[in-house]
């Protein structure tokens, strides 16, 4: 199964497209299932059946390998044993390659289901007795009718895998003219993990944050009647991928209110491609930048505040 180029959906709908795959238990038949998940459509490239995977020495307990794909050599996790849970591969196994990052990583899971067009409505973020187990791997859960999908925070699956992929967080002074005292920044980032680094680099730099994990929370707040103008933000920096409501949403809601449409916004996201980026112009970001560079994210926002960029 290939897919060519990102599935994208019409410009703030709300809308999203996930692969829903498997992961069994090693005590279950292939018929019973024991957990759900799912990826965004955006980050996947294509679906292949298991190749043959060349093993690596002294390599992390999930890190299976490399295959050549088409005469790139491409890493291999094994999902499951990322997760902690003991799986064979059989004939129903795969691999789904994704990019994410500008990075094309492969996962190996136990079947793929297919294809669900779905709402970030949908979409909540794991309760809290979820994140007590299972920590902060799990991103979302999806609704659907008869049972749940849960969405992986696979940026972070892979900056654990590879630690040399974590950002790096030495913070510039700031540059002449500017003090960043005194601004004032939300953000809207659903990843726990990608969150804290986010506000710690920039409380660090000096700048006033404010943090929700969802689109929605974030724009209830914006749109509380009482909010006095003084409070709202200089800056909005938003992820795209969202429960309840995403960022291409998100920005088209801020855009289309009175009192709030002036606030600049920048969209951070792993899906940072070109048509992406021009989705978010069209919107009225200032612009889409990549994660998980922060030194560049804090000179953007500098350059923001110093009249730089303008939209």
């Known amino acids: 199964?290939?897919?060519?180029?990102?599935?994208?959906?019409?410009?703030?709908?709300?809308?999203?497209?996930?692969?829903?795959?498997?992961i069994h238990h090693p005590e279950n038949e292939l018929e019973d299932v024991s957990g759900r998940y799912g990826i965004n459509v955006a980050k996947v490239k294509e679906i292949l059946t298991v190749p043959e995977i060349l093993e690596y020495p002294n390599s992390h307990p999930a890190f299976a390998g490399a295959i050549n794909l088409r005469g790139k050599v491409i890493s291999v996790v094994d999902l499951a044993r990322w997760l902690g849970i003991d799986s064979e591969r059989s004939k129903k196994s795969r691999v789904i390659v994704t990019e994410i990052n500008g990075i094309v990583t492969g996962f190996i899971v136990d079947a793929v289901e297919r294809i669900h067009r779905i709402s970030w409505s949908q979409v909540d973020a794991p309760p809290p007795q979820l994140t007590m187990f299972a920590g902060s791997c799990v991103t979302s859960v999806v609704r659907m009718e008869d049972r749940i999908v849960l969405l992986l925070d696979f940026e972070t699956i892979l900056m654990d895998i590879n630690p040399s992929l974590l950002p790096k967080t030495v913070i510039a002074p700031p540059p002449e003219g500017l003090?960043?005292?005194?601004?004032?920044?939300?953000?809207?980032?659903?990843?726990?993990?990608?969150?804290?680094?986010?506000?710690?680099?920039?409380?660090?730099?000096?700048?006033?944050v404010m943090a929700y994990d969802n689109g929605e929370s974030l724009l209830d707040w914006l749109s509380d009647g009482k909010r006095d103008k003084a409070e709202l933000p200089d800056l909005i920096i938003s992820d795209i991928e969202m429960p309840r409501v995403d960022g291409f949403h998100l920005l088209a809601r801020l855009k289309a209110t009175d009192g709030i449409r002036h606030v600049p916004v920048v969209l951070y996201s792993s899906l940072g491609s070109d048509v992406n980026r021009a989705k978010a112009l069209r919107l009225g970001a200032i612009n889409l930048l990549s994660k998980p560079d922060l030194p560049n994210l804090i000179h953007f926002v500098d350059d923001i505040f110093l009249g730089k960029h303008q939209k």
Do not use: C, H, P, W
Request: proline residues 0%; hydrophobic residues 40%; glycine residues 8%.
């Open 179 to 208: 003090q960043r005292q005194g601004k004032r920044i939300i953000i809207a980032e659903d990843s726990a993990s990608i969150r804290r680094m986010v506000v710690n680099a920039l409380t660090e730099a000096g700048y006033s």
């Open 1 to 22: 199964m290939s897919y060519q180029g990102e599935i994208l959906l019409e410009s703030g709908t709300n809308e999203l497209e996930i692969v829903e795959f498997i």
